[in-house]
């Protein structure tokens, strides 16, 4: 909802989707693979992929069950190309995860607001501009 309804960034989520496959590659027009790397004690395969409007990174863990470690992505079309990056660990799929670890505890004082009413809330900082922006 925050993406598509509120144009809001939502940094990797498309690594949340049912079929990450399907959401990241229709767009890539160049893959590498940079070989292999360690992150936070795991080693990964390194593969990056470049689209028209970003570029982006992601360590796969290597072993019987690889998990996301590490996703980098550059906003080519932002001035100074700014990145999100994301360690992930404690990766869990299936009977791993624990319904209640998504648990919602709401404090008795929480105001409900709406992404309008969220200052700052933007993809972009203040001191970015869109290329070609005046």
Not at 14 to 36: C, I, N, Q, R, T
Not at 48 to 77: E, L, M, N
Request: contains cysteine.
């Amino acid at each position: 909802m925050l993406r598509d309804k509120y144009h809001r960034p939502v940094p990797a989520a498309d690594l949340l989707m049912s079929d990450p496959y399907k959401e990241l590659m229709p767009l890539v027009k160049e893959a590498k693979d940079l070989g292999s790397g360690v992150i936070r004690g795991t080693e990964c395969d390194h593969l990056a992929f470049r689209t028209d409007d970003v570029d982006w990174q992601i360590w796969i863990a290597q072993g019987a069950h690889p998990y996301p470690c590490r996703y980098v992505i550059t906003s080519k079309k932002v001035t100074s190309w700014p990145q999100y990056a994301l360690d992930m660990w404690g990766w869990k799929t299936g009977s791993e995860v624990a319904s209640d670890g998504f648990k919602l505890e709401i404090p008795a004082d929480a105001k409900k607001l709406t992404p309008e009413q969220v200052p700052g809330l933007n993809d972009i900082p203040a001191i970015f501009t869109a290329k070609g922006a005046k």
